[in-house]
């Protein structure tokens, strides 16, 4: 079973700041998925990365996939207070159907 | 497009008493899997479920199960409940072959 490991588990900053969330495996990823969970509700999908050394950008957030796909980081920059929320890494795809694995994800409050 | 709906949002049931949850997909999804979130071990898969059939299967015990139905509704039942079922539960749907994940808000269950 794909073991994920992400850190910080808790990340407590200052509106304006930049922050960066890493997430890594000793296994190689088939795809990579950021997911941003509010509370009282269910994660929400930002970004799936595929290819090794990909990098996407979701307005202030940038998500890398290492060349090796075996770790990823998300880096959000003037991070806001909307920014709030417990971030979660997760491996999808390959064989087994419809089965997420994620990492424990990182708890961000981001202070006005 | 209504997202994915879970009911009920609240349970609250005693030790020993067995509970059934819903989830509705989103319309034209027929793959819906089902997830329990705790402080201690974060998001753990239970089960998928495509086209009434179950593909994958996590780490939990048969105390667990579901079904889905033909119009692609999931429920998942526990029985005999322990105060470590404790959790949210949070139900998921995906498009054929996608591996983007639709979550529900959850169902938050407290075993007294």
């Known amino acids: 079973t794909q073991l994920l490991e992400q850190s910080p588990q808790f990340l407590s900053i200052q509106e304006g700041e930049n922050l960066t969330v890493y997430c890594n495996s000793s296994?190689?990823?088939?795809?990579l998925q950021w997911y941003r969970q509010e509370p009282g509700e269910g994660p929400v999908l930002l970004v799936t990365?595929?290819?090794?050394?990909e990098v996407k950008k979701l307005k202030r957030l940038t998500f890398q996939f290492g060349d090796a796909r075996k770790d990823s980081s998300l880096h959000i920059t003037a991070a806001q207070p909307g920014d709030t929320g417990l971030y979660l890494c997760?491996?999808?795809?390959?064989?087994?159907?419809?089965?997420?694995?994620f990492g424990q994800g990182t708890i961000l409050t981001v202070h006005p | 497009k209504a997202g994915v709906t879970q009911t009920p949002r609240y349970l609250i049931k005693t030790r020993g008493q067995q509970v059934t949850l819903s989830c509705s997909p989103i319309?034209?999804?027929?793959?819906v899997s089902w997830y329990q979130q705790t402080p201690g071990q974060g998001l753990q898969f239970l089960f998928e479920?495509?086209?009434?059939?179950?593909?994958n299967k996590g780490n939990f015990p048969g105390r667990f199960s579901g079904r889905q139905f033909s119009n692609s509704r999931s429920e998942m039942n526990v029985s005999t409940l322990e105060l470590g079922d404790s959790a949210l539960y949070l139900c998921?749907?995906?498009?054929?072959?996608?591996?983007?994940?639709?979550f529900g808000q959850g169902t938050r269950l407290t075993v007294v």
């Open positions: 997760a491996e999808a795809g390959g064989t087994s159907y419809g089965k997420l694995t």
């Open positions: 296994s190689v990823f088939s795809s």
């Open positions: 319309s034209g999804h027929r793959s």
């Open positions: 990365v595929v290819t090794g050394g």
């Open positions: 998921a749907s995906s498009f054929t072959g996608s591996s983007q994940a639709f």
């Open positions: 479920y495509f086209s009434e059939t179950q593909r």
